[in-house]
């Protein structure tokens, strides 16, 4: 059995999920754009997802994203489920398209810890030497020009019913914690920050004679192709983000009690105890049985209203 998530409306996270023995099934194309965007805008609407940065790479998929009411576990499976049906469909292929297990998800308890990690989202086809600025990138992708701006995105001509809406339409949010700025100077900060992280990539590339792969070399890559070095060992994705030590201490301090909390209610309940109660944040069981949770203690780091 795997350990319970702890969900609690508000959260920030971080959000990563892989292709199947590394391949490149996403990789960019009309087709797998269209899907991608249409996928997330139509579950983001449903599960009142915030979607703050989104890079979906040739094997994997970034977002950093605000749980607005705790419902990110529905958010991916539904958009997990649906672009891998209709990918498979358009690559006439069966089998897994996601490595096994599920999502992987880090909390952010900081403004620090979500400026590196955008940074991180954004980066990830230049620091790989696919391209040399984000915005190159020819895959689906948010990033901060398109923050407060309506996406419209028609059906995509592949898997999906006469039941599903002709078109899907978002509009991604910058993050949180900048209500003190307007719009453009957010904008602006967030941009300043990706050039010079990328200007950083490009100077250390020159220095090391390194060349980026390019636009056209990308799209001519095989979907069903792998990358040709070997598989990195299997890291442990942190469960909360930041530099401050008593921050972190406190979030896992948390995360203990909610599982110790979980597990002696869990007993009880599985017993035909009366008057059990979860703890705040229960997911699955909260989902699928007629259970009661606690309500929320207070606000806490890592939430949209602590940034």
């Given at each position: 059995m795997?350990?319970?998530?702890?969900?609690?409306?508000?959260?920030?996270?971080?959000?990563?999920?892989?292709?199947?023995d590394?391949?490149f099934?996403?990789?960019?194309?009309?087709?797998?754009?269209?899907?991608?965007?249409?996928?997330?805008?139509?579950?983001?609407?449903?599960?009142?997802i915030?979607?703050?940065?989104?890079?979906v790479m040739?094997?994997?998929?970034?977002?950093?994203?605000?749980?607005?009411?705790?419902?990110?576990s529905?958010?991916m499976?539904?958009?997990?489920?649906?672009?891998?049906?209709?990918?498979?469909?358009?690559?006439?292929?069966?089998?897994?398209?996601w490595e096994?297990?599920?999502?992987?998800?880090?909390?952010?308890?900081?403004?620090?810890?979500?400026?590196r990690?955008l940074?991180?989202?954004w980066?990830?086809?230049a620091?790989?030497?696919?391209?040399?600025?984000?915005?190159?990138?020819p895959?689906a992708?948010?990033?901060?020009?398109?923050?407060?701006?309506?996406i419209?995105?028609?059906k995509?001509?592949?898997?999906?019913?006469?039941?599903?809406?002709?078109?899907?339409?978002?509009?991604?949010?910058p993050?949180?914690?900048?209500n003190?700025s307007?719009?453009?100077?957010?904008?602006?900060?967030?941009?300043?920050?990706?050039t010079?992280?990328?200007?950083?990539?490009?100077?250390?590339?020159a220095?090391?004679?390194?060349?980026v792969?390019?636009?056209?070399?990308?799209?001519?890559?095989?979907?069903?192709?792998?990358?040709?070095?070997?598989?990195?060992?299997?890291?442990?994705?942190?469960?909360?983000?930041?530099?401050?030590?008593?921050?972190?201490?406190?979030?896992?301090a948390?995360?203990?009690?909610f599982?110790?909390?979980?597990d002696?209610?869990?007993?009880?309940?599985l017993?035909?105890?009366?008057?059990?109660?979860?703890?705040?944040?229960?997911?699955?069981?909260?989902?699928?049985a007629p259970?009661?949770?606690r309500d929320?203690?207070?606000?806490?780091?890592?939430?949209?209203?602590?940034?």
């Open positions: 795997t350990r319970p998530r702890r969900h609690l409306p508000g959260q920030v996270v971080a959000i990563t999920r892989r292709c199947f590394r391949t099934y996403l990789r960019p194309d009309d087709t797998m754009n269209a899907i991608a965007l249409y996928v997330f805008a139509n579950a983001a609407q449903t599960y009142d915030e979607i703050h940065a989104l890079l040739s094997n994997h998929i970034h977002m950093i994203i605000t749980d607005v009411k705790g419902r990110r529905e958010f499976r539904d958009a997990m489920c649906l672009i891998s049906k209709a990918r498979s469909r358009d690559l006439d292929r069966k089998d897994y398209l096994s297990g599920s999502y992987r998800e880090t909390v952010l308890l900081d403004r620090d810890a979500l400026e990690k940074l991180y989202t980066l990830n086809p620091a790989a030497n696919l391209v040399e600025r984000a915005h190159e990138w895959g992708k948010i990033l901060p020009c398109d923050w407060g701006t309506s419209k995105i028609p995509p001509d592949v898997y999906f019913g006469r039941k599903s809406p002709d078109f899907a339409q978002f509009t991604p949010q993050p949180p914690g900048f003190a307007d719009h453009d100077e957010v904008t602006t900060y967030f941009e300043d920050l990706l010079g992280a990328e200007d950083e990539l490009i100077a250390t590339r220095r090391e004679k390194r060349r792969l390019g636009v056209e070399k990308v799209l001519k890559t095989r979907p069903f192709s792998k990358p040709k070095t070997a598989s990195p060992r299997t890291r442990i994705t942190p469960r909360f983000a930041t530099r401050n030590a008593a921050l972190l201490i406190a979030a896992i948390r995360h203990r009690a599982l110790t909390a979980y002696h209610e869990r007993q009880r309940w017993k035909g105890k009366k008057r059990v109660e979860f703890p705040c944040g229960t997911v699955w069981l909260r989902r699928h259970v009661k949770c929320p203690e207070g606000p806490e780091p890592g939430l949209a209203s602590m940034m």
